[in-house]
């Protein structure tokens, strides 16, 4: 008897555990052949399966070989290693093109206690697009599939999450995939812009108040974080809090309880925290001016976003994805001519700075496809210069000194060491001159 035929049979005994999942489940042996299969992973998959002929990484990724020797982890071979659970994120390859999937796999060890089999589950990651797409986030850089790795993890916990980065990046975007992708969902997201707000604004705001508890109170107002109860309080630039504030939203995140402004009587909201900033929240708690105890409730785990320019190869499916949400009624496109001057552009202002290039091209524009001329100064490079050389200047125009200064500093930090002492020398300045240049450009 075969190899296949011999794992056949005792295969059939799992066709009714599989068919008890909705999500695409597959139970695969140590050679990576699929020995059964649900009718969920039939249907997106769109192949007639026979047990012990198909491989799992012909079917989700059509690659030859296994996933580690095509350049992506393989949890199945992470699982024989370690002989426990494993989890990764992959790109497959459905009918309707790539798409994330949440891979998980389980070994199922036999009466000695070694697994013989394991049973791949496949959970398809709605909140991120590995294609264009007229809504959510897109990409399939490292640096992206990296950060939706983290997204992915967290969410379906009770867990704070602090988002960081430089402005534009898509925080907000980011904190209401984490609550879509949460047991939360079905809740409110309630989104708290904390920059500029005084005191008594950022109370009102935050907590509500009673009727007639100051001058122009005519009626009972709700405050954000009642409305917030059973859903995610995403506070937004939350480094912008002044210290006098940040006791009072500690004792919120604490106990869960607040205060109508002018009430007396305590309130409960239950609510999952996510929190946002541009700024160094480290340099701050230095100065004293953060709070220690708000930084560890708010930082249990933090996620990184990055840059546009650490995601280079995303930009044309982003500017694809752009363009269609942009301009529903028209069909626009772009040329590779405009395409690689965008390539080439530093994007101090990330994402939303891309999509403010779009939209006054997309004005500019009298035919259906963008060109360098329809583009701001700033972004049209000379074609002679080298593609690998870093690109800092238009050729056409002046720049003010204090834009050059921002660029270069910029291009300084991408490609400088990360210790910012050792990178002060490297520029000639004191470590403090160069927090407080970075603070200065707002960088």
Do not use: W
Not at 18 to 44: C, G, K, M
Not at 179 to 194: L, T, Y
Not at 315 to 326: I, K
């Amino acid at each position: 008897m075969s190899a296949a035929a011999s794992l056949a049979s005792p295969a059939l005994e799992f066709s009714h555990l599989l068919d008890s999942f909705h999500v695409p489940t597959i139970l695969v042996d140590a050679e990576f052949r699929i020995q059964a299969s649900n009718q969920a992973y039939r249907d997106t998959f769109g192949q007639d399966i026979t047990p012990g002929r198909h491989h799992c990484y012909e079917i989700s990724h059509s690659y030859r070989k296994p996933c580690d020797e095509e350049g992506e982890s393989c949890p199945l071979r992470q699982c024989l290693g370690s002989g426990q659970r494993q989890r990764v994120m992959h790109v497959h390859q459905s009918p309707e093109g790539p798409e994330f999937v949440d891979v998980e796999l389980r070994p199922i060890p036999n009466t000695l206690g070694s697994p013989r089999f394991f049973l791949e589950i496949l959970t398809p990651i709605r909140v991120a697009s590995a294609v264009p797409t007229a809504s959510g986030m897109v990409g399939v850089s490292p640096a992206f599939r990296d950060m939706l790795d983290q997204v992915r993890r967290v969410a379906p916990s009770r867990t704070a999450v602090l988002l960081t980065g430089e402005s534009g990046t898509g925080k907000e975007v980011v904190a209401r995939a984490i609550h879509d992708s949460s047991p939360r969902s079905n809740g409110p997201f309630v989104p708290v812009e904390c920059s500029g707000l005084t005191e008594s604004l950022f109370e009102t705001e935050l907590f509500g108040h009673e009727r007639g508890a100051f001058t122009g109170a005519h009626e009972k107002k709700t405050g954000l974080v009642e409305l917030a109860h059973h859903g995610t309080l995403f506070l937004d630039e939350i480094g912008d809090v002044p210290l006098t504030l940040q006791v009072k939203l500690l004792r919120l995140l604490e106990t869960n309880t607040f205060r109508k402004v002018g009430g007396v009587s305590p309130l409960h909201s239950d609510f999952r925290l996510v929190c946002a900033t541009n700024r160094d929240l480290q340099e701050m708690l230095e100065h004293g001016l953060f709070r220690l105890d708000l930084y560890y409730r708010i930082s249990v785990f933090p996620i990184r976003l990055p840059p546009l320019r650490q995601r280079k190869e995303d930009l044309p499916m982003l500017v694809d994805s752009l363009l269609r949400r942009m301009e529903e009624d028209r069909s626009i496109g772009i040329s590779e001519e405009a395409l690689t001057c965008l390539s080439r552009y530093g994007f101090p202002g990330n994402i939303r700075e891309l999509h403010n290039i779009l939209e006054r091209a997309c004005l500019l524009l009298d035919g259906d496809t963008i060109q360098p001329d329809n583009l701001p100064d700033i972004c049209v490079i000379p074609q002679e210069q080298s593609a690998g050389e870093p690109i800092l200047f238009p050729h056409d125009r002046i720049l003010p000194m204090e834009e050059v200064e921002r660029q270069y500093l910029r291009h300084a930090l991408d490609i400088g060491p990360a210790d910012k002492a050792e990178l002060a020398g490297l520029l000639g300045m004191s470590q403090r001159t160069l927090y407080r240049k970075i603070k200065e450009l707002n960088l």
